[in-house]
């Protein structure tokens, strides 16, 4: 699965004005379901609240895997942000939290969504990658890095 062919080009934020946590998924779930009519926000919002309570998606190295599952969803969905300042995130290494992939997959996926947060946290692995995101000035320089990382694997 190619992290391109699920990313939802117009959730895609350069630039979050949220500085807490619950603000970055606030904000991160009004862009997907702006971007995506029918998705209900509250709902996913308090998905994503649940997964946070469980244990922090924040996987380090400024990076956070925000995600969870929805009933009546047909797609993989997935959308970036990020936050020049970074954010407190509980992450497991303390440090800020800068780069923020969002991933909402069918209630049903099986192990199909533990393949793309593998796939997401593999190229996150990669400081190179992570500095392309960083000095991403535009949407299309998300989706150029992104573009380079799906052909890489």
């Known amino acids: 699965m190619k992290i391109m062919d699920i990313l939802v080009r117009d959730a895609v934020t350069v630039e979050l004005e949220s500085e807490t946590k619950d603000g970055v ?14 998705l209900d926000p509250g709902q996913l919002l308090k998905v994503l609240r649940e997964r946070e309570a ?22 993989f969905l997935a959308s970036f ?19 923020f ?19 997401i946290s593999r190229f996150c692995r ?5 500095e392309k995101l960083m000095r991403a000035e535009a949407p299309e320089d998300v989706f150029r890095a992104l573009e380079e990382e799906d052909g890489r694997f």
């Open 25 to 38: 998924l606030q904000e991160m779930t009004r862009a997907l379901a702006a971007a995506r009519p029918g």
């Open 81 to 99: 942000a990020r936050s020049s300042k970074g954010v407190d995130f509980d992450s497991i290494d303390g440090e800020p939290t800068r780069l």
């Open 54 to 75: 469980l244990q922090s998606t924040g996987i380090g190295e400024g990076v956070a895997i925000p995600h969870g599952k929805l009933p009546d969803l047909g797609d």
């Open 101 to 119: 992939f969002l991933l909402v997959v069918p209630e049903n996926s099986g192990g199909q969504h533990l393949k793309a947060l593998a796939r």
């Open 126 to 130: 990669d400081a190179s990658f992570r």
